[in-house]
């Protein structure tokens, strides 16, 4: 009896090419990679996270704010409209992670508790990405970009939080709504989402919001909605029904780091950048100048004397607030004058008629979105 062995064809050609493909983990988000720029990303070349100050290491306005609306961290800015009280600050024994140490995270104290949300109700943590930051990505095109967002939480409270994306300086009717979750109280884990570009809607290119982040811990019925993980038309969609209402129990703390927005299908290494240059991306919207400085003699006791400040460029012209540093010595302060993106002039007036006078003070320029 004669036995026929049938072996399967093998395609050599494709087999020696199969030993050039990347392998494991790496290997896999490479091959899944859609473009060169997505593959540059990988290998950790270029700088690719839309977000700035991801790793909370800069507060210039200090490390805490009590309150609804407003800034400890660059950046990153409490919105809390419920009956509780919220504390927003700067904490520094942060986490060892797989994408390196983050000594810096956002932390949200509940120092006053609302326990039934009313329809309006909501509280959260909003980024805005500038336009021309964003305008890689294509939004309003049908060539639009996906998008990987991806950060480091540990709240105290396990549950279902939102997040919800939106059009924020194209008239904030576009939005995508998610949820997550934190699967044991006060662990760090890392959440990493996809999602698609939105090929409609207008989306801002140039120096205003172009994309708004909101990270919801709470939230009325007004705006929740069950039309999750697409984009859609509505106005102010912060999260969904499903979410828990973190308000509602004392000294609970929303907690979170290694943000990073990037190109593509996939959550590459957080970006670590020098302080410097993060300090310098954060400048564009906010600068703290602890001291400037000018000295003199003059007769006259009405003189008014002009100093003339470079700064780093912002955003768009600054408003601009005096910082006290104690007592002027002999002079009085006037005005801000010729402000600009880049420059600002200081102007005093000197009160004595003979004496020296000293100008040492600080001031505060804000751009933030």
Not at 29 to 56: H, K, S, V
Not at 107 to 114: F, G, K, P, S
Not at 123 to 147: H, I, M, P, W
């Amino acid at each position: 009896m004669t036995v026929k062995i049938t072996k399967p064809e093998i395609n050599v050609r494709e087999k020696i090419s199969e030993l050039d493909k990347p392998s494991g983990v790496a290997g896999q988000a490479m091959l899944a990679a859609e473009t060169p720029q997505e593959q540059f990303n990988l290998i950790g070349a270029g700088r690719r996270n839309m977000i700035i100050n991801g790793d909370m290491r800069i507060a210039q306005r200090g490390t805490s704010y009590t309150g609804s609306n407003g800034f400890a961290l660059d950046r990153f800015r409490n919105s809390e409209y419920t009956g509780g009280v919220t504390t927003l600050s700067q904490q520094s024994d942060g986490p060892y992670t797989t994408d390196g140490h983050f000594k810096y995270y956002l932390q949200v104290n509940v120092d006053t508790v609302d326990t039934s949300m009313a329809p309006t109700d909501y509280a959260g943590v909003f980024y805005k990405v500038e336009g021309y930051d964003f305008d890689c990505a294509g939004y309003g095109n049908s060539q639009a970009r996906t998008l990987t967002l991806s950060f480091w939480h540990a709240h105290s409270e396990p549950g279902v939080y939102s997040i919800s994306m939106r059009n924020d300086g194209g008239g904030s009717n576009r939005n995508y709504v998610l949820d997550y979750t934190q699967d044991v109280a006060n662990v760090w884990q890392k959440t990493t989402i996809t999602f698609p570009g939105d090929t409609t809607g207008t989306w801002t290119e140039t120096n205003t919001a172009a994309l708004s982040i909101f990270w919801t811990f709470c939230q009325g019925s007004q705006y929740a909605t069950t039309n999750l993980n697409n984009w859609f038309n509505g106005i102010y969609y912060h999260a969904s029904t499903n979410i828990i209402n973190m308000m509602a129990t004392q000294n609970a703390k929303f907690r979170i780091t290694g943000v990073q927005l990037e190109l593509g299908k996939v959550a590459t290494p957080f970006e670590h950048r020098s302080y410097g240059e993060e300090l310098a991306a954060c400048q564009r919207y906010y600068q703290h100048v602890d001291r400037t400085r000018g000295s003199g003699n003059r007769d006259a006791g009405n003189n008014v004397c002009a100093f003339s400040h470079r700064i780093p460029e912002m955003r768009a012209v600054p408003t601009m607030t005096l910082v006290s540093q104690g007592n002027p010595y002999n002079w009085n302060f006037v005005q801000f004058a010729n402000i600009n993106k880049s420059h600002v002039s200081v102007l005093i007036q000197i009160i004595t008629t003979d004496a020296y006078w000293y100008y040492n003070n600080g001031y505060i320029a804000d751009a933030e979105i």
